[in-house]
């Protein structure tokens, strides 16, 4: 139950959704393909992620396989995708959309949960092949629909930045660091959007160069 007076940070990132011109983001155009010499989701997982808990690393490896090979598929991003990677993620037999509120941020930000966020939801994944949208604006979009409709009990994270690296990956795009993107975000923070799908592009073209 949440506080009388208590914001959701759902309905405040989707207003902010709505009000970003993601389309106009030209300095997020990607133009072609990206294969870096080094893949920076694998070096955060072998790195950083495997000093602090080598089982979590395995399973985001897992996970990170099968969103790669969904994404040579061309798979449409669905919920049903996104969780499978998340059982993966987690080590589960069956992962569900959550059935409550959900917290974060030591319980500062509350995402809030009606009859239609589960809809609400797979209409902002399939926006992650929008037309006439640049790809690392739609990434960047896409983590940020995974965190602040944070679908699962816990992982969200985790499956927000595999969202965004499964809509790069599908039009061949790879990012050889993921580190810069491990920042807090905020709901209600438009120019951050914004920013976020910039420095998607930033690193993308960085890890061309550097190819």
Same mark, same amino acid.
């Given at each position: 139950?949440?506080?009388? &007076?208590?914001?959701?940070?759902?309905?405040?990132?989707? &207003?902010?959704?709505?009000?970003?011109?993601?389309?106009?983001?030209?300095?997020?155009?990607? !133009?072609?393909?990206?294969?870096?010499?080094?893949? &920076?989701?694998?070096?955060?997982?072998?790195?950083?992620? +495997?000093?602090?808990?080598?089982? @979590?690393?395995? @399973?985001?490896?897992?996970?990170?396989? $099968?969103?790669?090979?969904?994404?040579?598929? %061309?798979?449409?991003?669905?919920?049903?995708?996104?969780? &499978?990677?998340? $059982?993966?993620?987690?080590?589960?037999?069956?992962?569900?959309?959550?059935? !409550?509120?959900?917290?974060?941020?030591?319980? +500062?930000? +509350?995402? !809030?949960? #009606?009859?239609?966020?589960?809809?609400?939801?797979?209409?902002?994944?399939?926006?992650?092949?929008?037309?006439?949208?640049?790809?690392?604006?739609?990434?960047?979009? #896409?983590?940020?629909?995974?965190?602040?409709?944070?679908?699962?009990?816990?992982?969200?994270?985790?499956?927000?930045?595999?969202?965004? #690296?499964?809509?790069?990956?599908?039009?061949?795009?790879?990012?050889?660091?993921?580190?810069?993107?491990?920042? #807090? $975000?905020?709901?209600?923070?438009?120019? %951050?959007?914004?920013?976020?799908?910039?420095?998607?592009?930033?690193?993308? $073209?960085?890890?061309?160069?550097?190819?």
């Amino acid at each position: 139950m949440s506080a009388a &007076g208590e914001s959701d940070a759902l309905a405040v990132w989707c &207003g902010v959704r709505r009000r970003v011109d993601w389309a106009g983001l030209g300095a997020a155009d990607l !133009g072609s393909p990206v294969v870096p010499a080094v893949d &920076g989701f694998t070096a955060w997982c072998e790195g950083p992620v +495997r000093r602090r808990d080598p089982v @979590r690393a395995e @399973r985001l490896l897992s996970a990170y396989a $099968r969103a790669r090979a969904d994404a040579a598929r %061309g798979v449409p991003l669905t919920y049903a995708v996104l969780a &499978g990677w998340q $059982r993966a993620v987690l080590g589960a037999g069956r992962v569900a959309f959550r059935r !409550g509120d959900a917290y974060a941020k030591g319980g +500062r930000e +509350r995402y !809030g949960l #009606t009859p239609r966020t589960e809809a609400d939801f797979a209409r902002c994944l399939a926006d992650s092949a929008q037309a006439g949208v640049p790809l690392a604006a739609r990434a960047a979009r #896409t983590y940020l629909d995974v965190a602040f409709f944070h679908p699962f009990d816990d992982g969200n994270a985790r499956a927000a930045l595999l969202a965004l #690296t499964f809509v790069l990956a599908r039009e061949g795009v790879a990012l050889d660091e993921v580190g810069p993107l491990q920042t #807090t $975000r905020y709901a209600d923070d438009p120019e %951050g959007a914004a920013d976020l799908a910039v420095l998607v592009a930033v690193l993308a $073209r960085a890890a061309r160069r550097r190819a």
